[in-house]
């Protein structure tokens, strides 16, 4: 069974950072694409970034220098680190597991709230 559980959500100030974390069971850690996904109030799920078995790795334009997306093998956990952030980064953040980066993802963790204030 593939588990995803997610921490590291919260509020923070404009040009605040966090890190959020995902502890990935063993099997599907080492086996599937990790991805980090985001909900916003436009209630559309967008990916944010990805991390692949060979460690290739993935951000979209719209975090790309700001946000940073690695994994920690020991702890089978992957990480989302974001800093600069903007009010517009509000959203619910979700892990993610999928056999191949560019598929639909099928396989979430419960999310964890990010909240940005001006």
């Known amino acids: 069974q593939v588990q995803l559980v997610e921490s590291g959500g919260g509020s923070v100030q404009t040009g605040g950072s966090l890190r959020l974390s995902c502890v990935v069971d063993e099997v599907t850690y080492n086996s599937v694409c990790l991805g980090w996904f985001r909900q916003g109030p436009e209630n559309r799920r967008r990916r944010v970034a990805t991390i692949d078995t060979d460690g290739s790795l993935l951000h979209e334009s719209y975090v790309k220098g700001r946000f940073t997306i690695s994994k920690e093998n020991a702890k089978t956990t992957i990480y989302l680190q974001m800093n600069s952030l903007k009010p517009e980064d509000t959203a619910m953040y979700y892990c993610?597991?999928?056999?191949?980066?560019?598929?639909?993802?099928?396989?979430w963790g419960q999310g964890t709230q990010v909240t940005v204030s001006s």
């Open positions: 993610a597991a999928q056999t191949y980066c560019y598929t639909v993802y099928n396989h």
